[in-house]
């Protein structure tokens, strides 16, 4: 079952725009992670966020998280082409050790 | 460091038919998964392992997959027999620890006929 629903499903901006992209969640958490799926690169783990955390930097990543709201955004800012990805976040509820990826949002970045 | 290999790359089977894939994955690292991944979907979880156990097989469809992990190294997932709705893109991942960041092959895709 899949745990996080990404908003939007898809997402079309121009290079040097910021895109945000959200996941809400329905239980509680140990921690929250973001991927991106190109063709190019397959699957590949951008930032993890503890449920201790609410916000967290990677290069020109930003992911907050809402534990009360149960929700979280990923921004990237000033796009690159390279950027055109699938995005998914992903939940560890608490007490397993098990991966839950939500469905997804379509980003694309034009030159 | 060498990533996550997965083989074949690619397979086309017909239904009923029975088919193999094999995941090695980073070096050292305890925690190996499987996960099916339809078209226009996410990874869904079919099994964990940690070294040579299985953690979670709670979604696998143990009628027909089957998987195991010898040596708490190199894994198999195997389907027999294969159904349509098989058809899919088959990841492998790995992490030192359960609770960290997934480093993902780069995946079977299987159409079934």
């Known amino acids: 079952s899949q745990q996080g629903e990404e908003d939007p499903q898809a997402l079309s901006i121009q290079e040097g725009e910021n895109a945000t992209m959200n996941c809400s969640y329905k239980t509680s958490i140990n921690n929250l992670q973001w991927y991106r799926q190109n063709s190019g690169r397959g699957l590949v783990h951008l930032i993890l966020?503890?449920?201790?955390?609410r916000e967290k930097h990677s290069g020109r990543l930003r992911v907050t998280l809402d534990t009360s709201k149960k929700s979280s955004s990923l921004l990237i800012t000033a796009s690159r082409a390279a950027d055109t990805a699938s995005y998914f976040c992903a939940t560890m509820n608490t007490g397993f050790q098990k991966l839950v990826f939500g469905t997804g949002t379509r980003l694309l970045v034009s030159p | 460091e060498a990533g996550v290999a997965q083989s074949p790359r690619y397979k086309i089977i017909e239904k009923r038919q029975s088919v193999a894939f094999w995941c090695n994955p980073i070096?050292?690292?305890?925690?190996l998964y499987w996960y099916q991944q339809i078209l226009g979907q996410g990874p869904k979880l079919l099994i964990q392992?940690?070294?040579?156990?299985?953690?979670?097989d709670s979604q696998l469809p143990k009628d027909r997959f089957s998987a195991e992990r010898l040596k708490g190294v190199d894994s198999t997932l195997k389907i027999q027999p294969a159904k349509l709705e098989d058809s899919a893109v088959y990841l492998c991942?790995?992490?030192?620890?359960?609770?960290?960041?997934?480093?993902f092959g780069p995946g079977t895709r299987l159409t079934v006929l």
């Open positions: 070096s050292g690292h305890a925690t």
């Open positions: 991942a790995s992490s030192l620890v359960p609770d960290q960041g997934q480093y």
């Open positions: 966020i503890r449920s201790n955390e």
């Open positions: 392992f940690q070294n040579n156990g299985v953690v979670d």
